[in-house]
């Protein structure tokens, strides 16, 4: 598998380097409600989360190793859905509870398929909006394969996890969770219930992915969050 190299050559240093679309920009531009600054690439339109996630496929993964195994995508986001599809062809699967664009609609937390169904399981920033999100991690565990892995990803805030499900309009969602349709707010500890559920976490931020200077070029600032690699 080619790793993803990146020129941090001097002359480049204060250009921003996308690893999704490979693509070098001046800067990324504004993106978020309160705009982040350096947040979305202008070629591809991926934010901070999505290019740390690509630069843990491509360089920590097998799934470019030419051997593609079926991957459950939840939610898929546009740049990433062309890009898999192109390289697992009939083993690629979208779904989602609301979206028509993915190719099934899915409940996550009762989810119709056999266990150990799927070889990989890409799940980001979904559980935030789930109800029951413990049935859907179990739902998770239950249909991936024993030698296969997911990335189930939320975003954090704080240490502990926060939710009360009396709180269900959506002006008093936005006031509690910070958006209108979230249902909780996610701390350090949601890692403790994926191994709750039977996964077994590790833990990956920009800090072990990357040098310094390459987190500069991409822009991996605090808004990309963490990687949750979870296996059986």
Same mark, same amino acid.
């Given at each position: &598998?080619?790793?993803?190299? !990146?020129?941090?050559? +001097?002359?480049?240093?204060?250009?921003? *380097? /996308?690893?999704?679309?490979?693509?070098?920009?001046?800067?990324?531009?504004?993106?978020?409600?309160?705009?982040?600054?350096?947040?979305?690439?202008?070629?591809?339109?991926?934010?901070?989360?999505?290019?740390?996630?690509?630069?843990?496929?491509?360089?920590?993964?097998?799934?470019?190793?030419?051997?593609?195994?079926?991957?459950?995508?939840?939610?898929?986001?546009?740049?990433?859905?062309?890009?898999?599809?192109?390289?697992?062809?009939?083993?690629?699967?979208?779904?989602?509870?609301?979206?028509?664009?993915?190719?099934?609609? &899915?409940?996550?937390?009762? !989810?119709?398929?056999? +266990?150990?169904?799927?070889?990989?399981? *890409? /799940?980001?920033?979904?559980?935030?909006?789930?109800?029951?999100?413990?049935?859907?991690?179990?739902?998770?565990?239950?249909?991936?394969?024993?030698?296969?892995?997911?990335?189930?990803?939320?975003?954090?805030?704080?240490?502990?996890?926060?939710e009360d499900p009396s709180i269900v309009s959506p002006e008093e969602r936005l006031k509690a969770f910070g958006q209108e349709d979230h249902v909780r707010i996610y701390g350090?500890?949601?890692?403790?219930?994926?191994?709750?559920?039977?996964?077994?976490?590790?833990?990956?931020?920009?800090?072990?992915?990357?040098?310094?200077?390459?987190?500069?070029?991409?822009?991996?600032?605090?808004?990309?969050?963490?990687?949750?690699?979870?296996?059986?």
């Amino acid at each position: &598998m080619e790793q993803i190299q !990146i020129d941090d050559s +001097d002359h480049k240093l204060n250009e921003r *380097y /996308c690893p999704v679309c490979t693509k070098s920009s001046p800067r990324f531009r504004p993106f978020g409600v309160i705009p982040r600054e350096d947040a979305q690439c202008i070629q591809c339109g991926a934010l901070e989360r999505h290019r740390l996630l690509w630069l843990f496929l491509h360089n920590n993964t097998d799934l470019f190793n030419g051997k593609p195994g079926k991957m459950l995508h939840v939610a898929p986001e546009p740049w990433f859905e062309k890009k898999f599809r192109e390289l697992l062809s009939d083993n690629y699967l979208t779904a989602d509870l609301f979206d028509p664009r993915a190719m099934i609609k &899915m409940d996550i937390s009762n !989810i119709q398929y056999p +266990d150990n169904s799927f070889d990989i399981i *890409y /799940c980001s920033h979904v559980l935030e909006h789930v109800l029951d999100d413990r049935k859907a991690m179990r739902e998770f565990y239950r249909t991936l394969n024993t030698d296969g892995w997911a990335i189930l990803n939320v975003p954090i805030s704080g240490e502990k996890t926060f939710e009360d499900p009396s709180i269900v309009s959506p002006e008093e969602r936005l006031k509690a969770f910070g958006q209108e349709d979230h249902v909780r707010i996610y701390g350090t500890d949601y890692i403790d219930r994926l191994r709750e559920s039977g996964f077994t976490v590790k833990l990956f931020k920009a800090s072990d992915l990357a040098s310094e200077s390459d987190i500069v070029r991409m822009a991996l600032t605090q808004a990309s969050g963490e990687i949750y690699y979870c296996t059986k």
